[in-house]
Protein backbone atom coordinates (compact mmCIF):
# COMPACT_ATOMS: atom_id res chain seq x y z
CA UNK A 1 0.00 0.00 0.00
CA UNK A 2 2.78 2.69 0.77
CA UNK A 3 5.19 1.10 -1.92
CA UNK A 4 7.50 -0.78 0.76
CA UNK A 5 9.20 -3.35 -0.44
CA UNK A 6 9.86 -5.74 1.78
CA UNK A 7 11.30 -8.16 -0.23
CA UNK A 8 14.34 -6.66 -1.11
CA UNK A 9 14.87 -5.12 2.34
CA UNK A 10 17.71 -7.41 4.45
CA UNK A 11 16.70 -9.22 8.09
CA UNK A 12 18.25 -6.13 9.81
CA UNK A 13 16.46 -3.05 8.27
CA UNK A 14 13.19 -5.58 8.60
CA UNK A 15 13.80 -5.87 12.22
CA UNK A 16 14.15 -1.84 12.73
CA UNK A 17 11.21 -1.28 10.69
CA UNK A 18 9.09 -3.90 12.42
CA UNK A 19 10.64 -2.87 15.95
CA UNK A 20 9.86 1.04 14.65
CA UNK A 21 5.92 0.18 14.40
CA UNK A 22 6.40 -1.19 17.88
CA UNK A 23 6.92 -4.83 17.42
CA UNK A 24 10.43 -6.00 19.09
CA UNK A 25 12.07 -8.75 17.16
CA UNK A 26 15.67 -9.59 16.31
CA UNK A 27 17.41 -10.08 12.61
CA UNK A 28 17.69 -13.97 13.58
CA UNK A 29 14.12 -14.11 14.73
CA UNK A 30 13.09 -12.48 10.97
CA UNK A 31 15.01 -15.00 9.06
CA UNK A 32 13.83 -17.96 11.45
CA UNK A 33 9.80 -16.47 10.71
CA UNK A 34 10.36 -16.18 7.31
CA UNK A 35 11.94 -19.76 6.61
CA UNK A 36 9.11 -21.12 8.54
CA UNK A 37 6.44 -19.74 6.44
CA UNK A 38 8.28 -21.08 3.34
CA UNK A 39 10.20 -17.88 2.05
CA UNK A 40 14.09 -17.73 1.27
CA UNK A 41 16.47 -16.01 -0.84
CA UNK A 42 15.50 -16.44 -4.59
CA UNK A 43 16.90 -15.63 -7.91
CA UNK A 44 15.06 -15.14 -11.31
CA UNK A 45 15.00 -18.68 -13.38
CA UNK A 46 15.40 -19.08 -17.07
CA UNK A 47 12.24 -20.72 -17.61
CA UNK A 48 9.97 -19.20 -19.81
CA UNK A 49 10.89 -19.30 -23.77
CA UNK A 50 9.79 -16.26 -26.21
CA UNK A 51 10.98 -18.25 -28.98
CA UNK A 52 8.89 -21.17 -29.11
CA UNK A 53 8.97 -23.39 -32.54
CA UNK A 54 5.57 -25.03 -33.73
CA UNK A 55 7.65 -28.18 -34.60
CA UNK A 56 9.75 -28.11 -31.51
CA UNK A 57 8.25 -31.28 -30.06
CA UNK A 58 8.28 -32.84 -33.61
CA UNK A 59 12.20 -32.32 -33.89
CA UNK A 60 12.77 -33.31 -30.25
CA UNK A 61 11.20 -36.71 -31.32
CA UNK A 62 13.00 -37.11 -34.60
CA UNK A 63 16.13 -36.19 -32.97
CA UNK A 64 15.46 -39.53 -30.44
CA UNK A 65 14.68 -41.53 -33.30
CA UNK A 66 17.88 -40.61 -35.31
CA UNK A 67 19.87 -40.86 -32.60
CA UNK A 68 18.40 -44.79 -31.52
CA UNK A 69 18.97 -45.45 -35.30
CA UNK A 70 22.63 -44.83 -35.37
CA UNK A 71 23.29 -46.33 -31.86
CA UNK A 72 21.71 -49.49 -32.70
CA UNK A 73 24.02 -49.59 -35.68
CA UNK A 74 27.33 -48.59 -33.77
CA UNK A 75 27.58 -45.34 -35.42
CA UNK A 76 29.21 -42.63 -34.18
CA UNK A 77 27.03 -39.89 -32.57
CA UNK A 78 28.48 -36.51 -31.57
CA UNK A 79 27.09 -33.13 -30.55
CA UNK A 80 28.61 -30.29 -31.32
CA UNK A 81 29.20 -26.15 -30.19
CA UNK A 82 30.97 -23.55 -29.20
CA UNK A 83 32.03 -22.47 -25.91
CA UNK A 84 31.73 -18.69 -24.99
CA UNK A 85 35.04 -16.72 -26.32
CA UNK A 86 37.82 -16.51 -23.64
CA UNK A 87 40.34 -13.34 -23.34
CA UNK A 88 43.90 -15.11 -22.42
CA UNK A 89 45.66 -13.12 -19.77
CA UNK A 90 45.65 -12.58 -16.14
CA UNK A 91 42.28 -11.82 -16.07
CA UNK A 92 39.37 -12.45 -13.23
CA UNK A 93 37.97 -16.37 -13.87
CA UNK A 94 34.05 -16.66 -12.21
CA UNK A 95 34.48 -19.46 -9.45
CA UNK A 96 36.40 -20.43 -6.04
CA UNK A 97 39.64 -22.16 -5.79
CA UNK A 98 41.11 -23.20 -2.26
CA UNK A 99 44.05 -20.55 -2.20
CA UNK A 100 46.20 -19.39 1.06
CA UNK A 101 45.52 -15.86 -0.46
CA UNK A 102 43.88 -14.62 -3.17
CA UNK A 103 45.32 -13.96 -6.60
CA UNK A 104 45.38 -10.46 -7.97
CA UNK A 105 43.99 -9.84 -11.66
CA UNK A 106 43.59 -6.71 -13.95
CA UNK A 107 40.90 -4.60 -12.62
CA UNK A 108 39.08 -4.54 -16.03
CA UNK A 109 39.05 -6.94 -18.70
CA UNK A 110 40.52 -4.86 -21.90
CA UNK A 111 41.51 -6.36 -24.91
CA UNK A 112 44.99 -4.86 -25.74
CA UNK A 113 46.27 -6.09 -21.91
CA UNK A 114 45.13 -9.85 -23.15
CA UNK A 115 47.57 -11.98 -25.13
CA UNK A 116 44.80 -12.72 -27.84
CA UNK A 117 41.39 -14.56 -27.49
CA UNK A 118 40.57 -18.60 -27.01
CA UNK A 119 37.96 -19.63 -29.00
CA UNK A 120 37.09 -23.26 -27.54
CA UNK A 121 35.00 -25.50 -30.21
CA UNK A 122 33.64 -28.52 -28.80
CA UNK A 123 33.27 -31.98 -29.86
CA UNK A 124 31.35 -34.37 -27.35
CA UNK A 125 31.07 -38.24 -28.78
CA UNK A 126 27.71 -39.40 -27.12
CA UNK A 127 28.50 -42.95 -27.38
CA UNK A 128 31.66 -43.21 -26.06
CA UNK A 129 31.87 -40.10 -23.34
CA UNK A 130 34.68 -38.68 -24.88
CA UNK A 131 35.15 -34.73 -25.55
CA UNK A 132 37.67 -32.78 -27.76
CA UNK A 133 38.27 -28.95 -27.54
CA UNK A 134 39.77 -27.42 -30.61
CA UNK A 135 40.93 -23.89 -29.44
CA UNK A 136 40.78 -21.14 -32.20
CA UNK A 137 42.76 -17.98 -32.11
CA UNK A 138 41.06 -15.87 -35.21
CA UNK A 139 37.21 -15.97 -35.24
CA UNK A 140 34.34 -18.68 -34.82
CA UNK A 141 33.44 -19.15 -38.55
CA UNK A 142 32.02 -22.30 -40.47
CA UNK A 143 35.28 -23.25 -41.81
CA UNK A 144 36.60 -22.89 -38.26
CA UNK A 145 33.99 -25.33 -36.99
CA UNK A 146 34.26 -27.84 -39.82
CA UNK A 147 38.30 -27.73 -39.40
CA UNK A 148 37.43 -28.90 -35.69
CA UNK A 149 35.46 -31.42 -36.88
CA UNK A 150 37.24 -32.85 -39.66
CA UNK A 151 41.00 -32.81 -37.01
CA UNK A 152 38.49 -34.90 -34.68
CA UNK A 153 37.65 -37.59 -37.08
CA UNK A 154 41.76 -37.97 -38.46
CA UNK A 155 43.06 -38.29 -34.87
CA UNK A 156 40.27 -39.91 -33.26
CA UNK A 157 36.78 -40.84 -34.70
CA UNK A 158 38.03 -42.65 -37.74
CA UNK A 159 40.26 -44.78 -35.27
CA UNK A 160 37.25 -45.35 -32.93
CA UNK A 161 34.80 -46.20 -35.19
CA UNK A 162 37.23 -48.08 -37.70
CA UNK A 163 35.17 -48.77 -41.12
CA UNK A 164 31.92 -46.48 -40.82
CA UNK A 165 30.73 -44.32 -43.51
CA UNK A 166 28.46 -42.62 -41.62
CA UNK A 167 28.02 -39.56 -38.72
CA UNK A 168 25.51 -37.97 -37.16
CA UNK A 169 26.11 -34.86 -35.90
CA UNK A 170 23.55 -32.77 -33.14
CA UNK A 171 24.32 -28.70 -33.58
CA UNK A 172 22.29 -26.22 -32.52
CA UNK A 173 20.17 -23.71 -34.93
CA UNK A 174 22.73 -20.79 -34.67
CA UNK A 175 25.85 -19.93 -35.00
CA UNK A 176 29.07 -21.03 -36.92
CA UNK A 177 27.39 -24.53 -37.56
CA UNK A 178 23.40 -22.86 -38.31
CA UNK A 179 21.13 -24.41 -39.64
CA UNK A 180 20.39 -21.51 -42.19
CA UNK A 181 24.36 -21.11 -43.55
CA UNK A 182 25.57 -22.19 -46.49
CA UNK A 183 29.01 -21.76 -45.62
CA UNK A 184 28.35 -24.29 -43.40
CA UNK A 185 26.56 -27.41 -45.33
CA UNK A 186 29.74 -26.49 -48.15
CA UNK A 187 32.78 -26.89 -45.62
CA UNK A 188 31.09 -29.98 -44.46
CA UNK A 189 31.02 -31.08 -47.80
CA UNK A 190 34.59 -30.61 -48.46
CA UNK A 191 36.53 -30.84 -45.22
CA UNK A 192 34.43 -33.90 -44.17
CA UNK A 193 32.21 -35.33 -46.53
CA UNK A 194 34.48 -35.35 -49.33
CA UNK A 195 38.09 -35.83 -47.44
CA UNK A 196 37.18 -38.89 -45.67
CA UNK A 197 33.94 -40.50 -48.00
CA UNK A 198 31.73 -40.07 -45.01
CA UNK A 199 27.60 -39.84 -45.46
CA UNK A 200 27.79 -37.04 -42.82
CA UNK A 201 24.03 -36.68 -41.57
CA UNK A 202 22.91 -33.16 -39.60
CA UNK A 203 20.37 -32.55 -36.95
CA UNK A 204 19.74 -29.09 -35.59
CA UNK A 205 18.20 -28.58 -32.23
CA UNK A 206 15.44 -26.21 -32.44
CA UNK A 207 15.26 -22.40 -31.66
CA UNK A 208 15.84 -21.64 -28.27
CA UNK A 209 16.70 -25.36 -26.92
CA UNK A 210 20.46 -25.37 -27.36
CA UNK A 211 20.62 -26.24 -23.53
CA UNK A 212 19.57 -29.76 -24.49
CA UNK A 213 22.27 -30.22 -26.44
CA UNK A 214 24.28 -32.92 -24.84
CA UNK A 215 27.86 -30.96 -25.17
CA UNK A 216 26.63 -28.55 -22.86
CA UNK A 217 26.18 -30.22 -19.71
CA UNK A 218 28.27 -33.15 -20.51
CA UNK A 219 31.46 -31.79 -21.69
CA UNK A 220 31.36 -27.33 -21.39
CA UNK A 221 29.85 -27.30 -17.72
CA UNK A 222 32.93 -30.01 -16.51
CA UNK A 223 35.47 -27.60 -18.03
CA UNK A 224 34.05 -24.78 -16.79
CA UNK A 225 34.32 -26.61 -13.50
CA UNK A 226 37.41 -27.71 -13.49
CA UNK A 227 38.98 -24.38 -14.51
CA UNK A 228 36.52 -22.46 -12.45
CA UNK A 229 38.82 -19.28 -10.16
CA UNK A 230 42.10 -20.05 -12.08
CA UNK A 231 42.89 -16.98 -14.85
CA UNK A 232 43.27 -18.44 -18.12
CA UNK A 233 46.68 -16.90 -18.83
CA UNK A 234 47.88 -18.80 -21.93
CA UNK A 235 46.78 -21.37 -24.36
CA UNK A 236 48.91 -23.60 -22.82
CA UNK A 237 46.99 -23.67 -19.28
CA UNK A 238 43.42 -23.60 -21.36
CA UNK A 239 44.52 -27.11 -23.54
CA UNK A 240 46.09 -28.31 -20.00
CA UNK A 241 42.98 -27.62 -17.71
CA UNK A 242 40.24 -28.99 -21.03
CA UNK A 243 42.92 -31.95 -21.04
CA UNK A 244 42.86 -33.09 -16.82
CA UNK A 245 38.96 -32.48 -16.99
CA UNK A 246 37.61 -35.75 -15.14
CA UNK A 247 34.45 -37.16 -14.19
CA UNK A 248 33.12 -40.07 -12.29
CA UNK A 249 30.96 -41.42 -15.03
CA UNK A 250 34.22 -42.05 -17.13
CA UNK A 251 34.32 -38.63 -19.27
CA UNK A 252 38.00 -38.28 -20.91
CA UNK A 253 38.69 -34.59 -22.96
CA UNK A 254 41.53 -33.92 -25.47
CA UNK A 255 42.74 -30.83 -27.02
CA UNK A 256 44.03 -28.74 -29.46
CA UNK A 257 45.37 -25.85 -30.88
CA UNK A 258 44.06 -23.99 -33.85
CA UNK A 259 46.44 -21.38 -34.86
CA UNK A 260 44.85 -20.78 -38.60
CA UNK A 261 43.52 -17.23 -39.17
CA UNK A 262 39.08 -17.60 -40.71
CA UNK A 263 38.18 -15.10 -42.43
CA UNK A 264 34.88 -13.64 -41.56
CA UNK A 265 31.94 -13.02 -43.69
CA UNK A 266 33.05 -15.26 -46.39
CA UNK A 267 30.21 -17.28 -48.83
CA UNK A 268 30.40 -19.87 -50.93
CA UNK A 269 29.96 -19.05 -55.06
CA UNK A 270 27.02 -20.27 -56.77
CA UNK A 271 29.35 -23.18 -57.86
CA UNK A 272 29.84 -24.47 -54.70
CA UNK A 273 26.42 -24.09 -53.67
CA UNK A 274 25.46 -25.62 -56.74
CA UNK A 275 27.63 -29.34 -56.15
CA UNK A 276 26.56 -29.73 -52.64
CA UNK A 277 25.42 -33.56 -52.62
CA UNK A 278 22.85 -31.96 -50.20
CA UNK A 279 19.95 -35.10 -49.37
CA UNK A 280 17.07 -32.68 -46.68
CA UNK A 281 14.85 -35.40 -45.03
CA UNK A 282 11.14 -35.35 -45.50
CA UNK A 283 10.62 -34.42 -41.53
CA UNK A 284 11.57 -30.83 -41.09
CA UNK A 285 14.19 -30.42 -44.25
CA UNK A 286 15.42 -26.98 -42.95
CA UNK A 287 16.63 -28.71 -39.50
CA UNK A 288 17.37 -32.50 -41.05
CA UNK A 289 19.68 -33.51 -43.73
CA UNK A 290 22.43 -35.44 -45.13
CA UNK A 291 25.48 -34.43 -47.06
CA UNK A 292 26.99 -37.30 -48.82
CA UNK A 293 30.61 -37.28 -50.79
CA UNK A 294 30.94 -36.55 -54.10
CA UNK A 295 31.92 -38.97 -56.28
Known amino acids: MTGLRWSRRTTTTIAQELTSLGIAVSPNTVARLLHDIGYSLRVNQKQISTSHSPQRNLQFEYLAELRDRFQRRHLPIISVDTKKRELVGNFKNPGQRWELAPRSVYDH ?100 ASKWNPIEHRLFSEISRNWAGEPLDSYQRILNYARTTQTQTGLRVTAYLDRRHYLRGLKPTPDQVASLRLQRHETLPDWNYTIKPQL
Open 109 to 208: DFRTDSIGVAIPYGIYDVMQNCGTLVVGTSHDTPAFAAHAIAHWWHQEGSTRYRGSRQLLILADTGGSNSCRCYAWKTEVQWQLANSFALAVTVAHYPTG
